[in-house]
């Protein structure tokens, strides 16, 4: 895994547990509003949605805050219209960030966004500037430990791609419309799943083996992460699990 990615996970698990939750509630809601907006309110013919609700349950939303969100995507209840926008730009080193948001104040946003990344060290780019260094994916994180030859026969057999390992954990990764189905089908093997989810994967990442300058791109990562309209962020960095366990200490 990416440092990136392995601070990513590190965030998600850190968000379900600190003060934090309320936070990633308010984003995840969000996510499940726009994506009833935009698919229909029955997670069985629109699978954005059912990733969207999964990913609610893993958090700990509760069933009817989940179910009024999907009410006010679908024009049921009376709610906020979302619009979705991502950015891109640079962190210090010249590592490739992707922000995704979703807000109710396009110039509000694009304003403290450009305001983030200025003050940590980064810069705005032109879309498209460094979109093309990443390619969507689903991943799924399943517990470990597991015989790999096993989990490689039952991923190949789920219609998985491949699989990495993260610590005791390892990560399946999926085409992203596959990732529901792959899903169902480790969980029916008996594969204990810890997460499943839609992500923009780095093609090549950077190395990162200074650590003051690895703590300046993860300090930036962290506060666009804070920032409410923030959904997803990011980047094609790869540091080592001892920098970014001192950062998160």
């Given at each position: 895994m990416s440092g990136h990615s392995k601070w990513a996970t590190t965030k998600h698990r850190k968000?379900?547990?600190?003060?934090?939750?309320?936070?990633?509630?308010?984003?995840?809601?969000?996510?499940?509003?726009?994506?009833?907006?935009?698919?229909?309110?029955?997670?069985?013919?629109?699978?954005?949605?059912?990733?969207?609700?999964?990913?609610?349950?893993?958090?700990?939303?509760?069933?009817?805050?989940?179910?009024?969100?999907?009410?006010?995507?679908?024009?049921?209840?009376?709610?906020?219209?979302?619009e979705s926008i991502s950015y891109e730009g640079y962190a210090p080193g010249g590592v490739a960030v992707i922000v995704e948001t979703l807000t109710d104040n396009r110039n509000r946003t694009s304003a403290e966004i450009k305001h983030v990344f200025s003050k940590n060290g980064g810069s705005i780019a032109e879309p498209g500037a460094v979109s093309w260094q990443f390619d969507r994916k689903g991943i799924i994180e399943v517990k470990g430990p597991i015989d790999e030859d096993q989990l490689l026969e039952w991923v190949m057999e789920a219609g998985g791609e491949n699989f990495s390992a993260s610590g005791e954990n390892f990560i399946v990764t999926t085409e992203p419309h596959d990732v529901g189905i792959v899903r169902d089908a480790l969980e029916g093997f008996g594969v204990k799943i810890v997460s499943a989810d839609l992500t923009l994967v780095a093609q090549n990442v950077i190395p990162i083996e200074d650590?003051?300058?690895?703590?300046?791109?993860?300090?930036?990562?962290?506060?666009?992460?804070?920032?409410?309209?923030?959904?997803?962020?990011?980047?094609?960095?790869?540091?080592?699990?001892?920098?970014?366990?001192?950062?998160?200490?």
């Open positions: 968000g379900a547990k600190d003060s934090a939750r309320a936070k990633v509630f308010a984003k995840i809601i969000r996510q499940v509003e726009v994506a009833a907006r935009e698919g229909g309110g029955d997670p069985a013919s629109n699978a954005s949605l059912r990733t969207m609700y999964q990913k609610a349950r893993e958090a700990s939303v509760p069933i009817d805050t989940i179910e009024r969100a999907i009410k006010r995507g679908t024009g049921e209840l009376e709610g906020v219209r979302y650590e003051t300058e690895a703590k300046k791109i993860l300090r930036l990562m962290d506060a666009i992460d804070d920032h409410d309209d923030v959904q997803n962020v990011y980047a094609n960095f790869d540091v080592s699990d001892e920098i970014l366990a001192s950062f998160e200490g």
